[in-house]
T-cell receptor, first 112, second 114 residues
Framework: SQQGEEDPQALSIQEGENATMNCSYK?????LQWYRQNSGRGLVHLILIRSNEREKHSGRLRVTLDTSKKSSSLLITASRAADTASYFC????????????FGTGTRLKVLA | KAGVTQTPRYLIKTRGQQVTLSCSPISGHRSVSWYQQTPGQGLQFLFEYFSETQRNKGNFPGRFSGRQFSNSRSEMNVSTLELGDSALYLCASSSAGIWGTEAFFGQGTRLTVV
């Protein structure tokens, strides 16, 4: 079963605009990670945010985490055509199961 | 530092055959996980190994098995292949003994069963 659900499922924006994706999950977590996947290839790690953190930045990426709402958001600022990809959130639970549970992903298309 | 290496990148097999996929984690990483990705089911956890021990297994039939060697390299085996096993198989490596650090993925092995 999916722990995370990304919203929206698909997003199409113009180059230079900001893109925001949301992830909701069901159970308590240790941390949450965001990944990018280009067209059926491997997952590229973007950022990890721990349960005691509220916000993290990495370059053009900003991630927020609200554990009370069991949700996270990924903001990509000044998007580029190269950002076109699917984005996934992945959570590990506090139960120590040694696995990540992935969301359904958001397909982002950035138009040049 | 080399990334996670998965071989082969592509495989075509016939129903009923078996297949072995390989994953070499990042040097120094002792945890290796396997995931299956399909359009219908998304990314599903298969199993995780740490220091040659399987610590968790997902909800897959016994036809799916794995192992990890002393050098942390891992293999995944699928026996009696079915059409539904066609998928992208991804391997992830992580440094920590306690799960909770970044997991880095390989490029995957695209398995097609015909």
């Amino acid at each position: 079963s999916q722990q995370g659900e990304e919203d929206p499922q698909a997003l199409s924006i113009q180059e230079g605009e900001n893109a925001t994706m949301n992830c909701s999950y069901k159970t308590s977590i240790n941390n949450l990670q965001w990944y990018r996947q280009n067209s059926g290839r491997g997952l590229v790690h973007l950022i990890l945010i721990r349960s005691n953190e509220r916000e993290k930045h990495s370059g053009r990426l900003r991630v927020t985490l609200d554990t009370s709402k069991k949700s996270s958001s990924l903001l990509i600022t000044a998007s580029r055509a190269a950002d076109t990809a699917s984005y996934f959130c992945a959570t590990d639970t506090t139960s120590g199961t040694y696995k990540y549970i992935f969301g359904t992903g958001t397909r982002l298309k950035v138009l040049a | 530092k080399a990334g996670v290496t998965q071989t082969p990148r592509y495989l075509i097999k016939t129903r009923g055959q078996q297949v072995t996929l390989s994953c070499s984690p990042i040097s120094g990483h002792r945890s290796v996980s396997w995931y299956q990705q399909t359009p219908g089911q998304g990314l599903q956890f298969l199993f995780e190994y740490f220091s040659e021990t399987q610590r968790n297994k997902g909800n897959f039939p016994g036809r799916f098995s794995g192992r990890q060697f002393s050098n942390s390299r891992s293999e995944m085996n699928v026996s009696t292949l079915e059409l539904g096993d066609s998928a992208l198989y991804l391997c992830a490596s992580s440094s920590a003994g306690i799960w909770g650090t970044e997991a880095f993925f390989g490029q995957g092995t695209r398995l097609t069963v015909v």
